[in-house]
């Protein structure tokens, strides 16, 4: 993802890139953790494989639009 964009922004596309994994992460965690604490830890890991799930189908929506484009000679960046 990173050599996508140009060398003089390689540096700040890193920097976004591991900022949002951060936030990401905790926001994730402060999430799931309210949902453990209102509730219990198996609704919980439910909600956690149900996001993971809607993750995973949002990837291949996009590997299929990469596709599909590519199949008709346009480029998708992002």
Do not use: E
């Not at 000679?73 to 992002?78: P, R, S, Y």
């Amino acid at each position: 993802m990173i050599q996508l964009v140009p060398p003089q922004q390689q540096g700040m596309a890193n920097s976004m890139y591991f900022n949002s994994l951060d936030l990401g992460i905790a926001v994730g965690a402060l999430a799931l953790g309210q949902i453990a604490a209102a509730s219990s830890y198996s609704t919980m890991y439910r909600y956690s494989s149900l996001f993971m799930v809607a993750f995973i189908a949002c990837y291949f929506v996009y590997l299929a639009k990469i596709s599909k484009s590519k199949k008709h000679g346009v480029t998708i960046n992002g």
